[in-house]
């Protein structure tokens, strides 16, 4: 079975969202490792580096936004936003595509990377 598809904003909004957690808890271990102030300042720096890096991956999304499509869904007539040439809907993962050849076949993250040739 191939792992059900899901819309990519979601996706890279889970990620920034996990990256936030593990900053977050890797601060908490350094609590406990107040004897040693090496360790402790170390897993503050990371912690606070991965929650760094979860600010540049909202801001990515931000910025990859603006490249999406609007479109309605004709699974659950929301509107979701389409990234690329094949996305899943945000609200109930149909796939979806903004090219006619595609329509109606496999949604496949290949389509996204090769241009198809004619
Ligand atoms: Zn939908």
Redesign the pocket.
């Known amino acids: 079975m191939a792992p059900k598809a899901s819309n990519k904003i979601n996706r890279i909004r889970t990620f920034a969202l996990s990256l936030v957690f593990v900053g977050i808890l890797i601060m908490y271990i350094g609590i406990f490792f107040r004897t040693s102030p090496i360790i402790m300042t170390i897993s503050m720096l990371l912690g606070f580096l991965f929650i760094i890096a979860s600010s540049g991956v909202y801001f990515w999304i931000g910025m990859i936004s603006t490249n999406t499509v609007k479109v309605y869904?004709p699974?659950?007539n929301?509107i979701?936003k389409i990234l690329g040439r094949v996305d899943a809907?945000?609200?109930?993962?149909?796939p979806l595509t903004l090219d006619p050849d595609l329509e109606g076949k496999e949604l496949d993250p290949k389509y996204n990377r090769k241009k198809m040739e004619h």
């Open positions: 869904c699974n659950c929301k979701t809907c945000m609200h109930c993962d149909e």
